[in-house]
C-alpha cells in the first residue's frame, strides 16, 4: 500500500466531483498536483498543493478553492482532518484505524511491501563495472559494481523488466599490453629470471597463474619467438583468464550479470557494427571530415591537427564535435562506445543506464549525444558516475596491494570485513560523492556504523519474535501467529506511532530512488527506520508498560508483536533491494 498514491485517487475523487459540479473547467490539468509529506510533521500526514495548482483555471482565490476541497475531503472515511495553511496549501491528518493498514500491509506475509508496478514491465538496460580484462576488479571499480547491481534490484522490484549487462572491452591496445605481460609470467614459469617488470607492462601477481597455466598449455612452444607467433593466442588466453578472475571477485560480492557483451565481437563479427554504425550515421549527415579545434588550456607537446572522421556531436548538446576514425585509420573508443550503445538499442532498451566511474566524468556529455542521434531522440540514456572510494585504515590511508601491482582489489577488501559490510557501506553515500571506507568503522559495534545498526535493529526483532515471545507468551508463537487477530487500536504510544508513520514512507522512498535511480536512498531510509526501533526498545528500558513483550498482557503484546513483523518486513525489503543480508542473530 503506498499511502501517498491512496490519497492522491482520493484527492483525484474529490477533483472529479468538483468539476462535475462546474467548480473545476472540464479540462483541468492535474499534472502539477503534489501529494507528499508536509515539511513540518506537526501540520499534519499529508500535504497537497491542489488549490494553488488549480486556482488559475478555476478563476478563484487559492484559500477560496482550498475551502471547497476541505469541504469534500473531510466526507471521506480515511481522512481525520483537513485544514488550509499559507496560500492554500491543505494539510491532511489520517486517523488511527487507517495506520493499522499501513502495519498490517507491512507484515503482511503474502505480499512484499514497497514492491510496485511503476516500471510497467519496461525493458531497461543497466550496464556496470565493464573494467578492461588486464587484472582483478579494484575498489573503485567495486563501488560502480555495488551501486549497478543494487540499482538492477532496485529497478526490478519497482516493475521493470531489468537487463544486468557487462561490456568487455577486449579490443585495443589494453589487451596487447596484457598478452605482453602474461607472456613475460610464461617465461617466468619456465624458469626464467624475468627481473623487474618494464613499464607500461602490468605489474601484479595475479597474472603468475595465467602465465603458468599458458606454460601447462604450450610448454616451451613460443620461448623465444617473435611475438607475431604468439600475440593473438596469448591475448585470448589471458583475456578469458582475467574475465574468470574478475567473475569469481564479482561473485564473492554477490554481483551477478545476465549478458557479457564483446567489444571484439561488435568489430570482428559477421558484420562490423563500428563500421555499419559509422555508415548510419552518414547516411543521416551526421558525419563530416574535419580538424578539430586544439584542447583548451596549454597545448600537448604532441598536438598535431590532422584531418579525422568526426561525429556532429555538438547538435545534440556537446561542448565539441567528436572523432569516430583517428588519422591513421583506427577507431576511436568513442567510435565502439556508439557501436555498442546502437546495438544495445536495437535489442529493443530504449531505457539505458551506464554505471561509469569517476574518470569518465568527461565523457557523459558525449555519450547522450550518441544516444539521442542513434535513436533519433526515442531512447533514454542515463549515466551513473560513481565517485572515487578512499580506504583508510588507523586514520592512514591503505597502501597499494602487491597482488595488484597498483591498487586494493575488490576481493581483499570483501575478503577482510564480508561482503555485506562493503555493499552496505558503498551505498551509503550518494554515488556521486567521495566516500570513505575506514576499516575500522565499518567493523564497530555501534550506531555510528550504520550497516551493524539496521542489522541489530533487524536481530532484535527477530530475538522478540522468535526466542522471547514463545518462552514468555506461547499462544503468541509466531508459527501460528495471526496478525489479522490482532487489537492493533492499542497502539497509542508516540514511539509506536513514530514507526508506523516510518513505514508508510517505504513504498514512497522505493518509487522515488526508483525514478531518480539512486538506490541510496533505501540505505538512507533503512537507517531512520532503525534508528527508530532502536528508540523505541531504549523507552521501553526505562518504561517497562512500553515494552514489547507486555507484562502479563497478550492484547498489548500481540498488536506490538505485528507492528515489530513489519518493521523486520521492511527492514528485509530494503536490504534485499541493496544486497545485504538481513541478520537474525548478532554474534
Known sequence: MNLYHHFGEQLTSVLDALRDQGVLPPDADFTRITVEPPRDPSHGDIATNAAMALAKMA?????????????????????????????????????????????????????????????????????????????????????????????ANLLDYSGYDVTREYYINDAGAQVDVLAR????????????????????????????????????????????????????????????????????????????????????????????????????????????????????????????????????ATEFGDDVDRALIK?????????????????????????????????????????????????????ELDIKICQLVNLVRNGKPVKMSKRSGSFITLREVVDEVGPDVVRFIMLYRKNDATLEFDFDKVQEQSKDNPVFYVQYAHARIHSVLYRKIPLEMPDLEMASFEPLKQDLSVLTDSGELALVKRLAQYPRIVEQAAKTHEPHRIAFYLYELAAD???????????????????????????????????????ASGLEILGVHPIEEMR
Not at 556496470?128 to 575498489?139: A, I, K, L, Y
Not at 507486555?550 to 527492514?571: E, I, M
Request: charged share 25%; glycine share 8%.
Open 59 to 151: 478563476k478563484m482565490a487559492p484559500r477560496d478553492l482550498a475551502q471547497k476541497i476541505t469541504e469534500l475531503l473531510l466526507q471521506l472515511p480515511d481522512i481525520d482532518s483537513a485544514k488550509i495553511a499559507g496560500p492554500g496549501f491543505i494539510n491532511i491528518t489520517i486517523p488511527p484505524s487507517f495506520w493499522q493498514k499501513i502495519i498490517l500491509a507491512a507484515a503482511n506475509a503474502e505480499i512484499s511491501y514497497g514492491r510496485s508496478e511503476l516500471g510497467r514491465g519496461q525493458k531497461v538496460n543497466v550496464e556496470f563495472v565493464s573494467t578492461n580484462p588486464t587484472g582483478p576488479v579494484h575498489v573503485g571499480h567495486c563501488r560502480g559494481a555495488v551501486f549497478g547491481d543494487a540499482l
Open 181 to 312: 605481460s602474461a607472456y613475460l609470467r610464461y617465461l617466468e614459469a619456465l624458469g626464467e629470471d624475468i627481473g623487474e617488470i618494464p613499464d607500461g607492462l602490468y605489474p601484479g601477481d595475479y597474472l603468475k597463474p595465467v602465465g603458468k597455466a599458458l606454460a601447462d598449455k604450450f610448454g616451451d612452444q613460443f620461448k623465444g619467438q617473435k611475438d607475431a607467433e604468439w600475440l593473438a593466442a596469448f591475448r585470448l588466453f589471458s583475456i578469458v583468464s582475467m574475465m574468470d578472475i574478475i567473475r569469481a571477485d564479482l561473485k564473492a560480492l554477490n554481483v551477478r550479470f545476465d549478458v557479457f557483451s564483446s567489444e571484439r565481437a561488435l568489430i570482428e563479427g559477421k558484420v562490423n557494427m563500428v563500421e555499419d554504425t559509422i555508415d548510419d550515421l552518414r547516411s543521416k549527415g551526421l558525419i563530416y571530415e574535419g580538424v578539430l579545434p586544439p584542447p583548451k588550456g596549454k597545448l600537448p607537446d604532441d598536438w598535431d591537427e590532422r584531418e579525422q572522421t568526426l561525429f556532429k
Open 327 to 379: 588519422a591513421d585509420g583506427t577507431y576511436t573508443y568513442f567510435a565502439a562506445d556508439m557501436a555498442y550503445h546502437r546495438d544495445k538499442y536495437r535489442r529493443s532498451f530504449n531505457k539505458m543506464i551506464d554505471v561509469m566511474g569517476a574518470d569518465h566524468s568527461g565523457y557523459v556529455k558525449r555519450m547522450k549525444a550518441a544516444g539521442k542521434a542513434l535513436s533519433d531522440g526515442t531512447a
Open 533 to 571: 526501533l532502536h528508540t523505541q526498545w531504549n523507552r521501553g528500558t526505562e518504561k517497562p508498560e512500553l515494552r514489547f513483550i507486555s507484562d502479563g498482557n497478550k492484547k498489548v503484546t500481540g498488536a506490538r508483536a505485528v507492528l515489530l513483523l513489519a518493521v523486520a518486513k521492511t527492514l
